[in-house]
Nanobody
Framework: QVQLVESGGGLVQAGGSLRLSCAAS????????IGWFRQAPGKEREFVAA????????NYADSLKGRFTISRDNAKNTVYLQMNSLKPEDTAVYYC??????????????????WGQGTQVTVSS
């Protein structure tokens, strides 16, 4: 079992930045691929970014490349999502998730076995 807790969300003006954190506890964190997803009101949950166990391989939603950066610190059992040049359409609840098995930072939502409760990000225009 892996327990995940997101933090760092909040209200920011368009063009601003936020850094989200995903703190993990439970089994050895460094063995898990971690992904970030988001869900806006009335929309399906969508993939944002994912990172391999070592941090050497990352994957991003095409529309977010260049603005969002995922990283991890296995010594701190934490994964980060740096979000720059935020837009109102980035408003959503952001979730981190962990894969029980597998080494690829996949985009597939159903490949992730453990989920956090989410953190709200609101970008005002």
């Amino acid at each position: 079992q892996v327990q995940l807790v997101e933090s760092g969300g909040g209200l920011v003006q368009a063009g601003g930045s936020l850094r989200l954190s995903c703190a993990a506890s439970g089994r050895t964190f460094s063995t898990n691929v971690i992904g970030w997803f988001r869900q806006a009101p009335g929309k399906e949950r969508e993939f944002v970014a994912a990172i391999s166990r070592s941090g050497g391989d990352t994957n991003y939603a095409d529309s977010l490349k260049g603005r969002f950066t995922i990283s991890r610190d296995n010594a701190k059992n934490t994964v980060y999502l740096q979000m720059n040049s935020l837009k109102p359409e980035d408003t959503a609840v952001y979730y981190c998730a962990a894969r029980e098995y597998g080494s690829r930072p996949t985009v597939a939502l159903n490949s992730y076995d453990y989920w956090g409760q989410g953190t709200q990000v609101t970008v005002s225009s």
